[in-house]
């Protein structure tokens, strides 16, 4: 489905400089994700596990800190098994890798054999009867097949996303999420281009996890530790008439499937509180990542904000 792009509208398009010299390195992984994305799956995955591997013992920064994450999410797991999270979760990177150009290259077909949406019966409802669903969506790497999904059965769907400091980078990305129509704005066009989409009928992506500072934010708990967090999902749905339904973005390795896991609608907000908004959102986020918790993307800094005089976490290290 396509739709008129508005001046607000993030759509990057081709350019000419993206031939020069300073993107071939771009091409050179365009050419072999191509190439990937028309393996089997089981040896598009088995590339993509062993190149996420070794990314993962060869950037100790980033390890460092998802391990970080990790140990004041998970006081309780032994360090054995954080490593052991941590070397799964960088074979995911590489195998989100490897299918990345599946979303460009391959059809809507393959798209809809290899995709499931497991706990469908809870958006189905609102679907068919246009009323928008704004999905709680936490990062996760295979995080835009569900809503490509969704966008070649027709669905209008938007989002917002912080559009990548290398241009032709952004340029495919973009493409991808919007090869069967839909919107993406720019965040610095602020939210209320995205509640604008809502209210004219598109299905949002909304992903609130990544830490915004305290001053915008609830501090509120988050696994074994406290998250400074959003709290604006109840305002968003006294904005539109939209419905709030958590889903997370999986990745079934061993049946190649590309997943979309979705909980029951959120029909207890608006609380009234905006700090009891903020620990319902993450209840829903911690449900979602507790089954599988290597899908995460726990290199985020999403625990840098602290109360006054609490060290940055990631500075310890």
């Keep these: 489905m396509t739709s008129p792009q508005t001046n607000f ?90 299918a990345s150009a599946t979303l460009i290259v391959r059809s809507s077909r393959y798209l809809e054999k290899h995709t499931e949406l497991i706990g469908e019966e809870h958006i189905t409802p609102y ?16 995080i835009d097949f569900p809503g490509v999904l969704l966008a070649s059965r027709g669905y209008p769907m938007t989002t917002m996303v912080n559009p990548q400091k290398n241009e032709f980078i952004d340029y495919l990305m973009q493409k991808g999420r919007i090869r069967y129509g839909g919107k993406i704005f720019g965040r610095g066009a602020g939210i209320k281009c995205l509640l604008g989409a809502i209210n004219e009928g598109y299905s949002a992506y909304y992903l609130p996890d990544q830490d915004h500072g305290m001053k915008r934010s609830e501090y509120v708990p988050f696994f074994g530790t406290h998250k400074a967090t959003l709290p604006g999902l109840g305002r968003m749905i006294e904005a539109t008439n939209a419905v709030v339904i958590p889903m997370v973005a999986n990745y079934d390795r061993q049946r190649q499937k590309f997943q979309g896991i979705i909980r029951p609608p959120m029909l207890d907000l608006p609380t009234g509180d905006l700090a009891q908004d903020a620990r319902r959102m993450n209840e829903e986020i911690e449900a979602l990542i507790t089954p599988r918790p290597e899908q995460y993307m726990w290199i985020l800094k999403v625990l840098q904000s602290r109360p006054e005089g609490e060290p940055d976490p990631y500075k310890r290290h």
């Design 127 to 142: 679907l068919e009867s246009g009323q928008p669903i704004i999905f709680m969506v936490p990062h996760t790497w295979f």
């Design 9 to 98: 509208e993030h759509r990057p398009t081709f350019k000419t400089k993206f031939l020069a010299p300073k993107y071939w390195g771009v091409w050179l992984y365009v050419v072999f994700a191509v190439i990937c994305a028309w393996l089997p799956a089981r040896v598009r995955d088995f590339i993509g596990a062993q190149i996420g591997f070794r990314m993962g013992k060869r950037n100790p920064r980033t390890r460092v800190r998802a391990r970080v994450n990790l140990s004041l999410c998970f006081p309780q797991w032994s360090e054995t098994k954080r490593e052991a999270v941590l070397d799964e979760m960088f074979k995911h990177i590489g195998m989100s890798l490897t």
